[in-house]
């Protein structure tokens, strides 16, 4: 019991947070978890990379006076899949869990909305899931959001793949977890990552965040030196440098030009293991 317990804690000391107040819901104990959605919403590009599905954060509140098991449900309206049909956690009373749910959109699905729901014995939430081609996305300017992504290399490690630079998350947190690009090239310049724009398209930025959190600082692993090119008329051409960065993203601007794709070509790494590690680019 004592090693069960101690394993419990170590759990709940990664995945869970104090919520910041109880659940008032019904009286029966067992009602008292609460299913929780990291967004009222989640759209799932068609015709992406499988290497790099949607996602959204799902979780379970306790209301609860006691610790208990607590138990959620995951359904998904197919043919869209979701990457588990189940939470379980113990919980403390306050408490949260919270996990990462992979939604994967076959390309044969139709456009339109699809369920999400998250079931306990007395509560649903719903999240409506919008399938829509990537021509379609509300992108917010960003002309990279979700477009095809080719690069020089890609480490062994399948959870970097390169569509990761361009799936809207800029965030390094969930490192080797599928958010970001590492190449495979060890102390090996330069690496490429090239992003079609899915025709030709006025730039004149560029975004990009390389990782950069507390225990993977940029200026130990981020990208230090790199050009910004992009593919005018078919020709690549460069239309920015970067020179000794150090910080967790740097932007480009330059004159417009009309380019069907972008890309960045790394030339030099601030030093730990000496790999190219981009989390998201952004063109505009
Ligand atoms: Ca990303
Ligand atoms: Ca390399």
């Known amino acids: 019991m004592r090693s069960l317990t101690a394993a419990l804690a170590a759990i709940l000391a990664v995945t869970a947070t104090t919520a910041a107040a109880r659940d008032p819901g019904p009286s ?13 919403e ?28 607590a138990t959620m449900r995951v359904e998904l309206d197919a043919p869209l899949t979701a990457s588990r049909s189940m939470l379980t956690s113990y919980l403390p009373p306050g408490y949260q869990v919270r996990a990462k749910l ?18 306990t ?10 399938v829509v081609p990537v021509d379609g996305l509300d992108n917010g300017g960003n002309l990279a959001l979700r477009r095809p992504v080719t690069a020089s290399s890609q480490h062994v ?21 599928g958010n970001g690009w590492n190449d495979a090239t060890a102390r090996s310049w330069p690496d490429t990552l090239a992003i079609a724009l899915g025709g030709a398209r006025q730039v004149s930025r560029v975004g990009l965040y390389t990782l ?26 460069t239309v920015a ?15 417009p030009v009309t380019a069907d794709a972008v890309r960045i070509v790394a030339l030099a790494s601030n030093g730990a293991n000496d790999y190219t ?8």
Do not use: H, M
């Not at 014995?121 to 919008?130: D, E, I, Q, W």
């Not at 590690?277 to 063109?283: C, D, G, N, T």
């Open 28 to 40: 029966a104990e067992s009602s008292r978890f609460t299913p929780t959605a990291g967004a009222a």
């Open 42 to 69: 989640l759209v799932a590009p068609l015709g992406v990379d499988p290497a790099c599905p949607a996602k959204i954060e799902i979780g379970l509140r306790s209301g609860a006076r006691k610790p208990a098991y």
């Open 102 to 119: 992979l939604v994967a959109v076959p390309p044969d699905a139709r456009q339109g909305t699809y369920d999400l729901r998250l079931s």
């Open 121 to 130: 014995s007395a509560r649903t939430l719903k999240v409506p899931v919008t």
């Open 157 to 177: 490690n399948a959870n970097y793949p390169p569509c990761s630079v361009a799936d809207g998350d800029r965030s390094s947190n969930g490192w080797a977890g």
């Open 212 to 237: 950069d959190t507390e225990r993977y600082p940029a200026s130990r692993y981020g990208v230090r030196d790199w050009d910004v090119q992009a593919q005018v008329a078919g020709q690549w051409q």
């Open 241 to 255: 440098q970067v020179r000794g960065n150090t910080a967790g993203t740097a932007r480009s601007d330059f004159t």
């Open 277 to 284: 590690r981009i989390i998201e680019v952004e063109a505009r």
